[in-house]
């Protein structure tokens, strides 16, 4: 069974900064590529970012791209969404993913709140 423990959301004004964390097992950890999907109010799930079981390719969506940075630490089992220069447009509840295109598991999901 797959654990997945976010942590990091709150409230933010445009402009400012927050970090996700995402922690899991050590085999979830280094059998899966990981990442980051969000859920704005009203909208579909939508994958943010997403970093490969060993950390050597990455993906963004376009419109976070130079904003979102996603990486894994080793030694802790977590993953990362750093994000900077927050927009209202970033609102969302960010969910924690591990798996593969056609079985992923979620995490409970964290509120980020981006206020203008």
């Known amino acids: 069974q797959v654990h997945l423990v976010e942590s990091g959301g709150g409230l933010v004004q445009a402009g400012g900064s927050l970090r996700l964390s995402c922690e899991t097992s050590r085999r979830t950890f280094t059998k899966y590529a990981m990442g980051w999907s969000r859920q704005a109010p009203g909208k579909g799930r939508e994958d943010v970012a997403t970093i490969g079981y060993d950390g050597d390719w990455t993906e963004y969506l376009d419109s976070v791209k130079g904003r979102f940075t996603i990486s894994r630490d080793n030694a802790k089992n977590t993953v990362y969404l750093q994000m900077n220069s927050l927009k209202p447009e970033d609102t969302a509840v960010y969910y924690c993913?591990?798996?593969?295109?056609?079985?992923?598991?979620w995490g409970q999901g964290t509120q980020v709140t981006v206020s203008s």
């Open positions: 993913n591990a798996g593969t295109p056609g079985n992923r598991h």
